[in-house]
């Protein structure tokens, strides 16, 4: 049926232009609209910035310490993080449906710990990453590996995908045994998985120079947590690199193989969120391990 005559006026505002939002994330403004969607589940819309929780380690090294129960350790962690880096069978096994924040499924793999670990190949289908309603695929980039070329294949072909279907592609820059981690090899290896289409990257943090690292690279970067450091350190390191250009974090054994995960990864979201000083989230952190060791007693 035809819209009757309303007893009010319609008002089309005339007189004030149209408000076109400018989506704020590094090198995102041009993706399309479902890039940009998916996006907004892994980067906080107020901040800017994101707290990925790694917990993909088992697909080269098995169960991780910390890692060998996901029910037990991390699903209590979720609440906290604002997307979960994980693999699909963990995430079809294990994670509940109800969390509705970011998924950056694990889509390359290969070669376990006892083989060349840059030996990898595209492990998971489009078409699946799109069923488990992923916001990002993550796939492993080894540049001055044994199978450099190989790997950076693996990151244009789902760059494809990703293009085809909407979905957004983290490239994760891993240390060729040729290469030493500084900020030379990090500008290397993070501009040339960008300039091949890379929607955001994740690579290690370095003392001297990361500044020109987020500088040099046109679209987001974010930080692996690496090996596990003692808290009040970890945090110093993501606030450096936050401080100095990185989008947020990605970080697995700093979190959920700390004395108290669920202290930590709240301590991380002050730093990296609210731009707290890391010694001021360490007190946080000691502060929610305590009234956490006294509700447990």
Known sequence: MPEQDASNPKE?????????????????????WGMKNRLSNIFDSSSGKTV????????????????ERVDINIVPLLPFADTLMVTRGILRSLIPPTFTRGVV?????????LKELSNEQIAVDIEDVIRLNASAMAVQVFIGGEHESQSVHNLTRLIDAGQKYGVPVLAVTAVGR???????????????CAELGATYVKTYYVAEGFETVTASCPVPIVIAGGKKLPELEALRMAWRATEEGALGVDM?????????PQAMIQAVRQVVHKRERPEHAFDLYRTLTAEQQVSVG
Do not use: W
Not at 55 to 61: E, K, L, T, V
Not at 180 to 186: F, G, I, K, T, V
């Open 252 to 260: 697995g054994r700093n979190i959920f193989q700390s004395e108290s």
């Open 105 to 113: 499924l694990r889509t390359s793999g290969g070669p376990s710990i």
């Open 52 to 67: 990925m929780l790694a917990i993909d380690h088992g697909y080269f090294q098995g169960p991780t310490t910390g890692l």
């Open 12 to 32: 089309f505002y005339p007189d004030v232009p149209q408000t076109d939002v400018t989506f704020p994330l590094k090198g995102s403004n041009s993706l399309d």
């Open 178 to 192: 040729e290469m030493e981690r500084n900020a030379r090899y990090m500008r290397l290896a993070c501009r040339i």
